[in-house]
């Protein structure tokens, strides 16, 4: 493996240029005046960690790991057998198993085969790391521990004094950087150099380590609120800045000879003085007192587990100060090296890459030879429909294909928990904010709504909806003596399989499509409205007797719903568009002016009008008529999805590109500007922001800035 050598020179005494870097976007689409910038998001993962497992990229998330073998686009998940689908590290050992810490334990991947292993004692679950001569080191919030074999039984012993850790980084040598929260270990064997604030460093916090030589390094550290590149040549420490680097650091990785510092969005090269060409030096801001380093022989013991790592947000590198003298340290230089992402979390180096994980977009190999493409889970566009709501602060918020929820903040969507016991399904906004539909794993016929509350989910209303018939009383005992009774629609025999889609209305009255198993086969199956307001459960679908007394006929295989029409809900249907209201279902198809008949969506836009988007192009009901005078290219573009952005637009998305209507012209997106342009799916949100779903992501077109005259 190569290692970094760094030379030593006096800073010229003028002052350094600043590293600014400008950030053009992928693509831009021009409306109305306005730039909007276009930017794509793939999944939901939260990723923790990476590793090379004989050629198969491991990637550690909140939902398993996923496996990616060498080519392959796709991952398997590895779930089951798992402590907890909720992983946190990995650790690729010598003897080619792969060890999985997860929040309730650890697991040894062979294969097929998944064997749980004894707990490390260190709290919450940092980082694993396992040398090539055969020891397994984790760290957590209380320490470290080095595996501890006796009698061939796996076991841990912690190893040194208590700290809260926050990485750790094998050398070249077998010994071992150990990122704490004040500060850094530098392990030799039972031997432990301790390096912190007092020693030389600036900060105590460590981002990452890039080992250069042996008892040296380049390293990441930060304090409350800033930043700073450190350098340890043996004997002292060197603190650096870079003047006018815009973002916030992330990470420190290795790729060949050179250090990488990941931003959110861009990679810069560290070299050391002789080799590096363009770029700025590094600013070297003080140095340490000499030989900082306290060692000791640290001896191995239990202490009990407990702890959670407070983990801190990157902080941007420290301002150089007005005035600021020379120092005489080793000389770098930086420079700009490759646009990497958008929200990049973290860098680990594994052989001759750096991966880099982007918050929603998956991870990424940067090698010599430049940025590869994403790997993802696509869980958010797996055979689905997209779902975008707000909640009452106009935070925007999805759902994916494995029922998490994600609130969309600096550039990427973070998971939120959901509730706990149930399985969350849909998302839909109120005027009172956020809503989540969901069901029961323990009760396969129950339905619960909730409405999010802060960082909570309050409880509104949860309904069963099994029951013979048009709707029965089910009289059962209670352990009181009494009898409790419930409302249902379904066979006994039929279960809730999924919610596709719902909406919400102002008085929290829930429209709510299930998709349920019924004599073996699994199907859609109308609507069902429930409310806290009443016991009863209306079961809207096709055929006799409908569920409820003020049920009604509604095709099975609706799409989607709207509410904004007071008094009514719109839905989508293959034999066109339906209005519920006034206690009748009216199906507008061929014969009452929809063209094509099939409908894939409908919108309720401004002015009162009801767009749908039919087999024969977009067009909308007003004044009790529908109108189809579109032009000819606009039909021709036959959006399948439509949406209502947040100064009234009336946008389409479909296969061949997107629509837009201003309530005057239309305008139409294509190849020719978008970087995709077949969709299946789009929403809105308050932001201004469009979300526009494709077969393998989903484009986010910003609000937009003025165009430059």
Wanted: glycine fraction near 12%; hydrophobic fraction near 40%; aromatic fraction near 8%.
């Amino acid at each position: 493996m190569k290692r970094l050598f760094f030379v030593a020179f006096a800073l010229a005494a003028c002052s350094p240029s600043g590293l600014r870097v400008a950030t053009t976007p992928d693509a831009t689409l021009a409306v109305a005046g306005l730039t909007r910038e276009i930017d794509a998001v793939r999944d939901l993962d939260d990723v923790r960690d990476v590793a090379d497992l004989n050629g198969t990229l491991a990637v550690a998330t909140d939902r398993g790991v996923l496996l990616f073998a060498e080519g392959d686009e796709r991952p398997t998940r590895l779930l089951e057998g798992l402590p907890s689908p909720d992983v946190r590290a990995l650790a690729a050992h010598v003897d080619g198993s792969l060890i999985v810490g997860t929040t309730e334990g650890l697991a040894r991947v062979r294969g097929a085969q998944v064997e749980p292993i004894e707990a490390p004692p260190v709290g919450e679950l940092v980082a694993l790391a396992s040398t090539s001569d055969g020891h397994t080191y984790a760290c957590g919030a209380t320490g470290l521990a080095i595996d501890h074999v006796v009698d061939q039984s796996f076991g841990w012993q912690t190893f040194g004094e208590p700290f809260a850790c926050t990485g750790l980084w094998p050398t070249p040598e077998e010994h071992l950087w150990v990122g704490t929260t004040r500060g850094l270990l530098y392990v030799e064997g039972d031997v432990v150099r301790e390096h912190g604030e007092t020693g030389g460093l600036p900060g105590g916090y460590v981002r990452g380590v890039v080992p250069a030589g042996t008892g040296r390094a380049l390293a990441l550290v930060q304090g409350p609120s800033d930043a700073w590149i450190v350098f340890f040549d043996g004997e002292r420490w060197t603190t650096y800045t870079v003047p006018d680097l815009d973002r916030r650091p992330v990470g420190l990785a290795r790729l060949g000879a050179d250090a990488i510092l990941v931003t959110p969005d861009h990679a810069f090269v560290i070299r050391e003085a002789a080799r590096a060409t363009g770029g700025v030096p590094l600013r070297a801001l003080s140095r340490g007192p000499h030989r900082p380093a306290l060692s000791y022989r640290a001896g191995l013991g239990r202490p009990a587990v407990e702890g959670t790592l407070e983990r801190r947000e990157p902080a941007p590198l420290a301002a150089v100060p007005p005035n600021a003298p020379t120092v005489a340290a080793p000389g770098f230089g930086i420079a700009h090296l490759s646009r990497v992402g958008t929200s990049a979390s973290f860098a680990k180096t594994l052989g001759r890459e750096v991966w880099i994980a982007d918050r929603s977009r998956g991870v990424r190999a940067l090698s010599e030879s430049g940025i590869g493409p994403h790997r993802s889970s696509r869980s958010l566009v797996d055979e689905r429909d997209l779902q975008i709501a707000a909640d009452e602060r106009s935070g925007t918020f999805t759902i994916d294909a494995l029922g998490r929820v994600g609130r969309f903040r600096d550039g990427g969507f973070v998971p939120v928990a959901t509730p706990e016991g149930a399985r969350a399904w849909a998302l839909a906004s109120g005027n009172r904010g956020l809503y989540l539909a969901a069901t029961v794993p323990t009760d396969r016929a129950a339905i619960r709504i909730y409405r999010r509350d802060g960082e909570n989910w309050v409880p509104v209303v949860e309904r069963r909806v099994t029951g013979p018939g048009t709707p029965t009383t089910l009289v059962e005992p209670t352990a009181e003596g009494g009898v409790a009774t419930e409302t249902g629609t379904l066979a006994p025999d039929v279960t809730l399989v999924s919610l596709p889609f719902f909406g919400i209305t102002d008085d929290e009255t829930a429209w709510v499509a299930v998709r349920v198993e019924e004599n073996g086969q699994v199907r859609r199956k109308g609507v069902v409205q429930l409310s806290a307001r009443t016991e009863e459960v209306l079961h809207h679908h096709y055929g006799q007797p409908a569920g409820g007394s003020g049920a009604l006929q509604l095709p099975d295989d609706t799409n989607n719903v709207d509410l904004g029409q007071s008094g009514f809900a719109w839905f989508s249907s293959v034999v066109g568009a339906v209005r519920l209201g006034n206690s009748q279902s009216v199906t507008f198809g061929e014969a009452r002016g929809v063209r094509g008949e099939v409908v894939s969506d409908v919108l309720v836009g401004t002015g009162n009008r009801v767009w749908v988007a039919a087999a024969e192009g977009p067009g909308y009901y007003f004044q009790q008529t529908f109108e189809f005078r579109m032009p000819q290219a606009v039909r021709a573009a036959r959006p399948l999805a439509l949406a209502l952005d947040a100064v009234g637009d009336v946008w389409g998305a479909g296969s061949n590109g997107l629509v837009r209507f201003d309530g005057t012209d239309w305008q139409i997106y294509g190849a020719d500007v978008l970087p995709v342009s077949s969709f299946v799916d789009l929403e809105a949100d308050p932001e201004g922001r469009l979300w526009v779903l494709a077969e393998d992501r989903v484009l986010i077109v910003g609000p937009g800035r003025r165009i430059e005259e």
